[in-house]
C-alpha cells in the first residue's frame, strides 16, 4: 500500500507566508499552527484587522487534531476567537502564550468548551499522528517555541519566529541542542522564518538596550516615558531592572500594560518587586525625575497614549516639556509615515525624543542571514520551506541555502494557499487553494470584499456628486430643478458655479431627451463635465422619482 | 540709524522644513530660494502633490529680486509655475537645472516673460542687495550648488543638498574650498541639510555602485531594467558605463527618462555614444541578454512603467521570466509598503528583483552625521539653521552642533513659517507667519481643505448611505417608500435585510413624528442603527422631495 501524502499548507492571502496560520495534514488529521491576523495596508480603508482565509478547513472541521500557538503575538494569536468560532479542537501553548490567549479570550467574553493545554519547552504530545516537540527559541516575547513535528512521512521542524541571542534578558538562549539533535535524526524539511532574509550579519542581542536605557536613564531629567508593544514582557523586564538602578518607580499605563503585566508577574515572567511599580495616579503625582511611565503608541496609532500625548488629547495626563520619550520598538512594515508624525509633534511638544538609529533602544526580534545560515547547518534538512516573509524574503532565504549547498530542488519558494506535499521523501509543490484573507471592518467578517473597497477608494479620493430629479409621472415633465449633495468633491461653498453649471448640463439634456435611459446619460455627461472641469473623478450618481 | 533685519523664512506647512521653499528678505528685498513640491501623505486621499503657502510673499511681489533653483530635483523645482503664475522674477540656475525647468515648463505651454539666467559654480550674482556665490556640492543629480549669500547683514552660507562624495560620477566633489573659505571670511549663518541628521558616519560614495551593477550585469542571463528616477543623470551615466562594459544596449522608456535624457545629453552631462542607444522597439527585438532598459517606478507607483509591469499591465512589453530588475532608488517616506508590494508582483512574475539592502544599487544624496560635522568644522558659523529635514532631524542635526561645541542659543531649530531675524549679529527666532501647504487636486490649487479631506475619509472609511422620502405637498403623507443608496458601506447584496430593517425604522419614524425636522431625526437614527448593526460609521444624508 502506498504511503499517504504529507501536506503542508500556509494559509491566508497577502503579505507574510505561512506566518499567521498554517496547516499540516496528514490523511484524516489536520494540525493547525498559529492562528493571527494581518494588518491592513494603508490603502486598505476602513479594514480593522485581517484574518487567513480558512474555508479550506471548514469540511474538515473534525479532522483538526489540534491547535498549536507558537507564541503570544498578535499576528499568531489574534484570529483565535474566529478559528473557535468554526473550530474546535484542543490548544496547546506555553504558560506565557495561554496567559496572552486567556486575556484576550476574556474580552467579550470567553467562549464554551476551550481546551487550553499548557506545554512547556522540551515537551513532547501527540496529537493524532504528529508526535510534537517543542523547543524553546529566541525571539521579542518570552516563553516562545519551535517545534519538531514527527509525522509518519517524516519530521518536520518549524523554527517559529526566533533568532539566536546569546544573552537574552530571561537567560534563557535557543535551543541549539535540540536542533542539532533533530540534525542527527534526519529532517525531512525545516520550515523557517525569513523575516530579515535580505539583511545581512545576525541580530544583536536583546542586552544591548540595556546600555542603552542606562544613557537615557542618566540624561533625562523629567519624566521617563518608554513606549512598546504590550506584549513585550522583555522590555518591561529590562525597563524595571534600569529604573531600580536609577531609582526610578515605574507604572504601566493603558490596559493592555496593564494587563499583561499582572499576567506576566503572576506566571513569574517577569520579576519586579512591589515597590517598584506604582498605580498612575500616584506616579503622576511623584517628583518628575522619579518616575518611568511604560505605554503603548510606538506605531504612532492615533488612538494609543503616545498618539493622543502627541496632539495634546491625552485624557490623564499632558506632555511635559522635559518629557523624555523612548520609542523601544521597530516601525510594522507601512507606519512609518505615522510614526515620523507622532515623533516630530513629539517634538514640537518641546519633549525629546529616542528611537533607533539615534540610539539601539530595540533590536529585531528575528534571525539575519548569518542565524538563518546557522539553523540550516544545525538542522541539516533535506528539504527547506521558507516561511515567514514576504515573497521577496522567502526568494533571499532560498538564495542563502543555496550558497550552503542545498539544491534549488530541495527548496519549496511557495504562496499562501500552495499546497506542499510529501510522499515517499519526496517533495512536490501542489495546486493552490483557492481564497486568500478575509477583511474584518467592524463586526463584519467578511462582508467588505473588493466590490466595496473599491467604493471607498473612489469615494476616498474624489467623493461624489449625487443628482436627484422628480418627473411628473402623468406629464412626464421635471418637477422643480434637479437636486445635488455633493461630499469629498469640492468645498461646496467655493463651487457654486460648478453645481449650476452642472445643473444647467442636465436640464438642457433632460429637455433635449426626455426620459428614456436618461439618468445614465446624465451620469456619463456629468462625469466627463466634472473630469473636464477639476480634472477630478468624484462618482457620479443620478436617480429620479416619479411623482404624483 | 540702525541696521535693517535680515529674515529668513521657510515657507510651506509640514514635513521637511526650508526644504521646499524659502525667502531671504532684507528691506525691500526679497530672494526666493527653491520652489518644490511635496508628495501627498498616505491619508492625504486624492492629493496628486503639495505645493508652499507663499501668501507671505504676494503683497510683496515686487520687492522679489530673483528665484534660485539650487538642483533640479521635483521637491526644489515642481512648484516653479505656481511661483512664475503669481510672482514675475528672473530666475538662477545651473545650466543642467536650467535644462529640466525648461522641461518642465514646457510642458502644459511655456508662460511668457520667464527669465531664465543660467550660472555655473563659482559664479558670483548681485541679485538686488544680495551678492550671491554659487558653489558646487555633490548630491543625487550632477550640477547642484550650494549657496553664499553676502547681505548687508552678513554672509549666509546654503548648503542645498549635499553630500561630501571624493569619487563622484562626474569627478567633481564638493567644493571644500569655497567652504573653507567662507569660514575664513566670517559666516553669520549657516543653513544645512539635516535630512540623514539621525543616521551615524559618512554615506557612501557613488562610486560603490559600479561594482554592483557589475555583479548584477555578470549574472543576469536575460533583460536587465533597471529603474530609478528620471532626474537620476548619474545613473544613467552608471548604467551606459556598465552596459558597454557587457556588451548591451541601452534603451530609455518613459517620457521622463526619454526627455531627461536627451537633454541632458545635449548639455553634456551624460557622455553616452550613439550607437549605444536604441529606440524601445528595437531593444525589445534584440536578444534579451544584449539588452538593459531604463525605466521609472522605483516607488511602486501603480501608474509607473514597474508597477504596471508588476500586474502584467504594461502596454508596450511584459515581464519575462528571466528578466533581472533592479530599483536603484531609495524609498520615499511613505511609499514602503507599495514598493514592497511590487516587488513581491515581480518575483510573483517569475523575475529576479535586486534592490538595496540585497545589493549597493543606490546610495543616499544626502550627508550623514560625520559629514555634516565637517560642514560645520569648514564653515565655522556663528549660527545654525537646521533646514532640509523634519523636525525630529533637526533636533538632531542640532544635538551634533551642539557635540562640536556651538552654542545652542545660537542654533534656531524652527519649523516652517518661523521668522528667524538677524540684526547686528545677533540671532532672533522671530514670529511664525500664518499659513501652511496648498494641496493641488486635478486641476484644483487650494480648493481642497480639511473639510473635504475630512469627507473623504469618512467616505474611505465607512463609504454612506442616502435616504430619499417623497412627500406629498399637500397631505404631508410619504409617497412610495424611502429610497436607499449605499456605496463604500456593506455588500449591498448581502445586506438586503439591513437596508430592510432600516426602511422599516424610517417609516416608523415617519409615521410617528410626522414632518418637522424629520430629516435630522432620520439621520441620528440610522447612524446610531447602522453602528449597533455592524461597528461601522457610514455617512448618512437624508433628503426630502415635496411633490405634487
Redesign the interface.
Known sequence: MASKKLKLIPLGGLGEIGKNMMAVEYGDNILIIDTGVMFP???M??IDYIIPDFEYLLDKKDKVRGIIITHGHEDHTGAIRHVLDEINAPIYATRLTRGLLEVKLKRGGKPKNVTLNTVRAGDEVQVGPFGVEFFHVCHSIPDAVGLGITTPAGLIVHSGDYKFDHTPVDGWPTDFGKLAEFGTRGVLALLADSTNA???GWTPSEAVIDPAFDKVFQQAEGRILIASFASLISRMQQVANTAARYGRVMSFVGASMIENAKMARKLGYLNVPDELIVPLDHALNMKASKVVLMCTGTQGEPSSILGRLSIGKNRRFGLHSKDTIVLSSHPI??N??MI??T??RL??GGAD?IYD??APVHVSGHAKQEEMKLLIQLVRPEHLIPIHG???HL??HAALAGELGLPQENIAVI?NGTIVEFQNGKMKVGDRIPGGYVFV????VG???P??MR??????????V?V?I?FDCKSGKM??RP?L?T?????VQ??EELMTEARNHIEKLISEDKRGDIESKIQKHLENFFYT????RP?V?V?T?D??
Chains 1, 2 share one sequence.
Do not use: C, W
Request: hydrophobic share 30%; proline share 4%.
Open positions: 495596508e494603508n490603502d480603508l476602513g535580505d539583511e545581512p512594515p507601512g512609518e509615515e515620523s508624525r515623533i516630530n517634538y514640537q525624543v538609529p539615534i514576504e515573497l521577496r526568494k533571499q504562496e471592518d467592524g463586526s463584519g462582508d467588505v470584499g466590490d466595496v467604493e471607498r477608494e473612489a469615494l476616498g479620493r474624489d467623493g461624489f449625487l436627484h422628480a418637477q422643480g437636486q449633495i461630499k469629498g468633491f469640492v468645498f467655493d463651487a472641469a477639476t480634472k477630478r462618482m450618481f436617480f422619482s411623482v404624483n
